[in-house]
C-alpha cells in the first residue's frame, strides 16, 4: 500500500530534550516536507527537500533540522524543544516531475512539550 | 495579512443540503488552486486541482476561481455525513522554486443526518 508513515504518532515531552520524529513514504517521491498545524493558523511549511541531500527552509524553520540521506526517510529533529512547538506535525511527499501539489501527507504527530 | 484566509467555521448543514467554502487570497500570483479535505486524526488528502480561473466539477464537488477577485469556492452538491471533515484551501505561484503550498485556516464542516 502506498503511504507515508510517521513516528511516533504522540509524544509528550520536557522542555530542551532532544528529539526525532521520522517519516518514511514507499512511493519513491523525490519531494518531502514537514508541516505543523496549528488552530488558526492552518498548515505551516517547516522544512522541504526536493532530493537526496537537498533541503531547504519553509516558512517557520526555526527550531527544527532536518536531513534527507535516503529518498525514503525524511526526519524532523528537534534539538532543544520548547512549549510553542507545541504541535500537530505532518510529514509529505510527492513526485517532483509532476504536481507537487498533489502531496500525500502522512498521519501526523502530536507533540506536547511541557 | 495572511496570504490565504478562509473562514474557520465550524458549519454545520443539514443532510442533502448544497455548502459553500470560501476562500480569499491577496497574492495576484498565485495560478493553482486545491482543496484538501482532512478527516478527524488524518492528513490532509488532495480533493479538487484547478488551474487559473474556471470551475471544476468532480461529482459532487465544484471548484471554482475568480482571479478577478482573488476568491476560490468549493461547493458540496447533497451533502452526506461522511463529507464531514476540515476543508482546506491552498494554492502556489508557478515560480519553479517555489514548489510549496500556502494554505488556509481551514473551514470544519459537520453534516448532520
Known amino acids: 500500500e502506498a503511504q507515508v508513515t510517521q513516528n511516533p504518532r504522540y509524544l509528550i515531552t520536557v522542555t530542551g530534550k532532544k528529539l526525532t520524529v521520522t517519516c518514511s513514504q514507499n512511493m519513491n517521491h523525490e519531494y518531502m516536507s514537514w508541516y505543523r498545524q496549528d488552530p488558526g493558523l492552518g498548515l505551516r511549511q517547516i522544512y522541504y527537500s526536493m532530493n537526496v541531500e537537498v533541503t531547504d527552509k519553509g516558512d517557520v524553520p526555526e527550531g527544527y533540522k532536518v536531513s534527507r540521506k535516503e529518498k525514503r526517510n525524511f526526519p524532523l529533529i528537534l534539538e532543544s524543544p520548547s512549549p510553542n512547538q507545541t504541535s500537530l506535525y505532518f510529514c509529505?511527499?510527492?513526485?517532483?516531475?509532476?504536481?507537487?501539489?498533489?502531496?500525500?501527507f502522512g498521519p501526523g504527530t502530536r507533540l506536547t512539550v511541557l | 495579512q495572511k496570504e490565504v484566509e478562509q473562514d474557520p467555521g465550524p458549519l454545520s448543514v443539514p443532510e442533502g443540503a448544497i455548502v459553500s467554502l470560501n476562500c480569499t487570497y491577496s497574492?495576484?500570483?498565485?495560478?493553482?488552486f486545491m482543496w484538501y479535505r482532512q478527516y478527524s486524526r488524518k492528513g490532509p488528502e488532495l480533493l479538487m486541482y484547478t488551474y487559473s480561473s474556471g470551475n471544476k466539477e468532480d461529482g459532487r464537488f465544484t471548484a471554482q476561481v475568480d482571479k478577478s477577485s482573488k476568491y476560490i469556492s468549493l461547493f458540496i452538491r447533497d451533502s452526506q455525513p461522511s463529507d464531514s471533515a476540515t476543508y482546506l484551501c491552498?494554492?502556489?505561484?508557478?515560480?519553479?522554486?517555489?514548489?510549496?503550498?500556502?494554505f488556509g485556516s481551514g473551514t470544519q464542516l459537520t453534516v448532520l443526518p
Open positions: 509529505a511527499s510527492a513526485f517532483r516531475g509532476g504536481r507537487t501539489d498533489t502531496q500525500y
Open positions: 491552498a494554492t502556489r505561484d508557478s515560480s519553479g522554486s517555489a514548489r510549496q503550498l500556502t
Open positions: 497574492n495576484s500570483a498565485f495560478q493553482y
